[in-house]
């Protein structure tokens, strides 16, 4: 394996994505830097600055005559970091049409199959190229030779079309860090094929399944007859515009041993030990989401209606603890969705609430790392309804929190996710409220023995497949000239090998 970390090792990586990994804050009339700490920036960053290389994004609203300041200040953190931060500014039209509009009313609820939830707005398409041609631009004014380019997610499928246009070689790789729906899906898409043709641009696509693969490579088959793809190995691989492309299947995970680490300390071990008194000799059930159509929330909260109402024996032995982050709060079709998780949660705890026990306890904010690690180590139960999601890092994050081994999993089928955990988690159909019910009930009088036996093989393949073997993984594939045997998809060591 030396000689391949030596091939990988030897271009400089460009990392491009929609938003930069950092935060513009203003303290005291001045705009700082934050760092970022989502799992993409934990497992690239410290690749960057070994090998060195450039992130390239947009750093968020910036008003108009503010952008040389934002230059300095991210020049002053590229210093400190050792990898060059490049800023694409975008216009309040461009953040209207390119992002509200086309990423997110078209490609997001059509790749999430809700195509009735879609805008086709024609200009959202013209501002989608536009924008992706500014990236464009913006990235070949800071490559050099050799550069390896990683693009991510929906908002730049076309990129690397546009990149090509401006006569540049370089190697080109695109992740997927949402769901590819299946071909009588995407055809609703009026430039589908524009996108399909744009994404085999790059030389190496990547998805988090092997469902979300073999939806692209059938689109291609049926969309695109003058392209074929052939399976090698866990890979497709097919030419377009005399280039060899790659189609492969890799996992995105989280930085396991940080979780870990944390969740053992005794300031998140306090914290819990907190939330352990405040709901004494009750279970909890968790969840966790962000505002969003796709996580399944009201039939979620349907379907605790219905265990409450089938097994009154639990009542006042279980707490359903739901945090809603906001998200995108100005758009009505959020707005309702407040106000129906709203409704439901006021009738549910109209009918249930008995003296001293409040059977759903709801929180529409933020929370704290401290306190969501403690919350996870605290819950005997994790619920992720959703009806359709890319990965969801929730579940690998309750996973590797959950250091006593004594919690369940209670996960859709339809989150990539559920691919890894099959045989440990409890899988659930979301639209189904009876069959979630009963999959709680399971989960709550699960013997311990055998929710133990669970969760150390779930927490032994997070372990193993952590978010920086899936950067490894990638790169491997994606820059040798030759396919290696390297294992793409996760498998669980057997349980006697855990400790």
């Not at 744009?198 to 003058?226: A, K, M, N, W």
């Not at 995105?252 to 907190?274: C, G, L, P, T």
């Not at 929730?394 to 996973?399: G, H, L, M, R, S």
Request: with cysteine; proline share 6%.
């Amino acid at each position: 394996m030396a000689k391949h970390v030596e091939n990988i090792n030897k271009s400089r990586l460009v990392i491009i994505s929609n938003r930069l990994p950092i935060v513009l804050s203003q303290q005291d009339g001045k705009l700082t830097v934050i760092p970022g700490s989502g799992g993409l920036v934990t497992a690239l960053a410290p690749v960057l600055k070994n090998r060195g290389g450039a992130w390239i994004g947009w750093p968020g609203p910036v008003d108009e005559g503010n952008e040389d300041e934002v230059r300095e200040i991210i020049k002053k953190h590229n210093d400190e970091t050792g990898f060059t931060l490049c800023p694409v500014f975008l216009n309040a039209q461009d953040i209207k049409n390119y992002y509200d509009g086309f990423s997110n009313e078209i490609i997001w609820p059509l790749f999430h199959d809700l195509h009735s939830e879609c805008n086709f707005n024609p200009n959202y398409w013209t501002s989608f190229q536009e924008v992706n041609a500014k990236f464009a631009q913006s990235t070949v004014e800071v490559l050099q030779p050799n550069d390896f380019i990683w693009v991510h997610d929906y908002h730049l499928m076309m990129l690397g079309q546009q990149i090509r246009r401006l006569k540049n070689d370089s190697k080109i790789a695109f992740f997927l860090h949402i769901p590819f729906p299946p071909m009588e899906t995407f055809i609703k898409l009026p430039w589908r094929f524009q996108i399909l043709r744009s994404l085999l641009e790059y030389d190496t696509i990547g998805f988090h399944t092997p469902s979300d693969q073999r939806h692209f490579v059938d689109c291609i088959r049926r969309l695109l007859p003058d392209v074929i793809p052939k399976k090698k190995k866990s890979i497709h691989e097919c030419v377009y515009n005399e280039r060899k492309i790659r189609i492969g299947t890799f996992p995105i995970s989280i930085d396991y041993n940080e979780f870990n680490h944390m969740a053992s300390s005794k300031e998140v071990a306090d914290e819990a030990w907190i939330i352990h008194e405040k709901f004494s000799n009750q279970k909890i059930i968790f969840s966790l989401d962000r505002l969003d159509v796709t996580k399944g929330i009201p039939y979620r909260l349907e379907a605790i209606r219905h265990l409450l109402k089938k097994y009154p024996e639990i009542h006042e032995k279980v707490t359903f603890v739901q945090n809603v982050i906001p998200s995108r709060t100005e758009i009505p079709k959020y707005q309702e969705l407040k106000k129906e998780i709203d409704r439901l949660v006021g009738e549910i705890n109209s009918q249930f609430t008995q003296p001293g026990w409040v059977p759903i306890h709801y929180v529409f904010h933020s929370i704290p790392r401290k306190e969501l690690l403690a919350m996870y180590r605290a819950s005997e139960v994790c619920l992720i309804t959703s009806i359709k999601d890319g990965m969801n890092l929730v579940a690998k994050e309750y996973i590797a929190s959950n250091v006593d081994e004594k919690g369940v999993l209670v996960v859709s089928e339809f989150a990539g996710v559920a691919a890894q955990v099959k045989d440990e988690a409890i899988l659930i159909n979301p639209y189904d409220i009876e069959g979630i019910s009963r999959a709680l009930y399971q989960a709550i009088t699960m013997p311990e023995e055998e929710l133990q036996y669970r969760m150390r093989k779930m927490r032994r393949g997070v372990q193993k497949y952590d978010v920086f073997r899936w950067v490894r993984t990638f790169l491997i594939t994606a820059i040798n000239k030759e396919l290696v045997d390297y294992p793409l998809l996760p498998e669980y060591l057997p349980l006697e090998e855990t400790k």
